[in-house]
């Protein structure tokens, strides 16, 4: 019952792990591949939830979504929700600015 109970454990533990990493494009974001620095511009959709464009540094300037590792685009419950994940992944809010035309940007800096 023991062992069982602790495979168990093991199991979401691994569950809840792979489900917070953090994709753009199907790219997981990684120290490797990302500076210090990410800026999120969050995107809403009517019903309330969201979804981040993100710029890691990458060499194409374009519209790059977060996304899952097949590249399909993620929407987050909430802007809070994405937050969390990406506070979750290692990175906390830096600095938050405000665009007149498309709202708020969000600079988060690396934590570890």
Not at 36 to 62: H, M, W
Not at 80 to 95: A, I, K, P, R, T
């Amino acid at each position: 019952m023991k062992k069982e109970f602790l495979c168990l454990v093991f199991g979401l533990f691994i569950i809840a792990n792979a489900s917070a990493q953090i994709y753009v494009e199907g790219v997981r974001l990684t120290p490797d591949n990302t500076g210090q620095y990410i800026e999120l511009d969050p995107k809403f959709r009517s019903d309330g939830r969201c979804t981040f464009i993100v710029d890691y540094g990458q060499s194409n300037a374009r519209e790059d979504y977060v996304t899952d590792e097949h590249g399909k685009r993620y929407d987050f419950r909430s802007l809070v929700d994405g937050l969390n994940v990406f506070y979750q992944e290692g990175w906390e809010v830096f600095q938050i600015t405000v665009m007149e035309e498309s709202g708020r940007r969000y600079l988060l800096k690396r934590r570890y």
